[in-house]
């Protein structure tokens, strides 16, 4: 008995110390792997900015030759003249380019827009200047969201999963331009994992919208519209799944498409959720007006596309339907019955009609057929088939952002739980709790066969 109670006595101290060693070590472990990443944001960044000063300093380099008051009328040509200008030789592309890093440095100062400007185009420069023919964008410079691959830069997405792997080539799209004589300069800002209306990350930090800096320019292409409506580019490239493009265009004032599924390669793109079939992301430019986003769109429908990725339907930019004055009948929606449209939107789809009647085209009235089931079946459970899985996956060893908490800690959710709330909620929120249980994905291989067959039929 004397030999056994010592030991009987420390059993409990023995087990008290052996989890507070484990309490710590998960407490150092928490701390040296938040400290990785942080070592990993914080290289990102010296990087950009290092970038930056090479910019600057090939600007101030450029400036001591060409004085700033000879080139300042450059930035309020718009896409086509510029690009006629080029053409005929009147403008050089190095004046235009350096007078666009100028302000685009100026820009990025004021709103945080680009994470990384391309030193590259100092050598495209070189190398347009040695083709043959002259593309449709010879001499245009353009920016590019994150996630579009150019060689020797990373695509992030906003993730640090994605920090320290450049890309070894570049994208399909970023060849393209460049047969086209466009000259990518810099790449643009986008909220951590592409899956938000904000455009904020822990990486790069918090982009502003030029034209209030107490307003966010949108996401998830709010780089490039920042960028593009601050004056520090005339054309960029963005993509859109669900408003990426058009929300940026819409609140920082400017123009963009998101095109017809498949119709532009997005071979080299990053994503998140790569493999998402049921709903399609589409790359797309934003500018100034429609007329640059045609001449983009009429340059990169082009035979080097569909050479170098023959899943793009080769189907040119048609320029006889683009000009004809031909009549239309032309449908058109205030609201669709889901999504409630603020006055000036209302106010712009009524001026949209009256200058389209004015113009001589049939307008007739529609409303969208089964919107509720068409959002929330076909594409919020479309979206996120897996149950988010795939991009909850994609945050692991990082860091949320604040502006993204809340919306994560959605997504993370047990699906059986996801369906609970979805019970409690459907009374008081039904359109919540229809939100959540198209969260829950779809379940099996067989239910996502039969996702994708009424995506195909609607």
């Not at 057929?369 to 692991?396: C, N, Q, W």
Request: glycine fraction near 8%.
């Amino acid at each position: 008995m004397r030999q056994l109670l010592p030991e009987t006595e420390l059993a409990p101290a023995a087990a008290l110390a052996l989890l507070c060693g484990s309490a710590a070590a998960v407490v150092v472990w928490k701390w040296l792997s938040k400290r990785h990443i942080q070592k990993k944001m914080e290289e990102a960044r010296r990087t950009r900015d290092e970038g930056v000063k090479k910019m600057a300093k090939a600007v101030q380099q450029f400036r001591e030759q060409v004085p700033s008051d000879k080139t300042d009328a450059i930035l309020s040509l718009p896409l086509l003249e510029l690009a006629g200008r080029l053409q005929e030789g009147s403008l050089s592309p190095r004046t235009v380019l350096y007078t666009y890093i100028q302000k685009a440095l100026e820009v990025t100062q004021q709103t945080n827009c680009v994470q990384y400007f391309i030193p590259e185009c100092e050598e495209q420069l070189q190398e347009i200047q040695q083709q043959r023919e002259k593309g449709l964008l010879y001499g245009i410079p353009v920016s590019i969201k994150d996630h579009i691959g150019h060689e020797g830069h990373l695509s992030t997405c906003g993730l640090v999963k994605f920090l320290g792997t450049p890309e070894q080539e570049d994208s399909v799209l970023v060849k393209v331009l460049k047969r086209q004589g466009a000259i990518p300069f810099a790449k643009t800002n986008v909220p951590q994992s592409l899956f938000n209306y904000d455009c904020s990350n822990l990486i790069f930090g918090q982009t502003l919208n030029p034209l209030n800096h107490q307003k966010t320019p949108g996401g998830s292409s709010g780089g490039e519209g920042a960028l593009i409506a601050g004056g520090g580019s005339l054309l960029g490239i963005g993509s859109d799944v669900a408003g990426s493009i058009r929300l940026p265009s819409s609140f920082c004032g400017l123009c963009g498409l998101k095109p017809t599924g498949f119709r532009i390669s997005k071979l080299g793109v990053i994503s998140p959720i790569a493999g998402m079939s049921s709903v399609i992301g589409m790359l797309g430019p934003i500018a100034r007006d429609v007329d640059s986003l045609a001449l983009c769109m009429k340059a990169l429908l082009c035979e080097e596309m569909f050479r170098l990725d023959p899943t793009v339907p080769p189907i040119p930019f048609d320029e006889e339907v683009y000009t004809s004055s031909k009549p239309l009948r032309i449908g058109y929606y205030e609201e669709d019955g889901y999504f409630q449209p603020s006055p000036s939107m209302k106010r712009a789809v009524q001026q949209t009609r009256k200058l389209l009647q004015e113009a001589g085209h049939t307008i007739v009235p529609f409303a969208p057929p089964k919107i509720d089931y068409m959002v929330d079946e076909l594409f919020t459970r479309g979206i996120f088939s897996d149950g988010a899985a795939h991009l909850v996956d994609s945050f692991k060893g990082d860091i949320v952002d604040p502006n993204l908490k809340s919306q994560f800690n959605t997504y993370r959710l047990p699906a059986l739980l996801k369906r609970i709330l979805a019970i409690i909620l459907k009374p008081i929120y039904p359109r919540i709790a229809r939100d959540l249980s198209a969260l829950c994905g779809v379940g099996s291989a067989k239910n996502l066969w039969d996702q994708h067959v009424a995506v195909a039929v609607g």
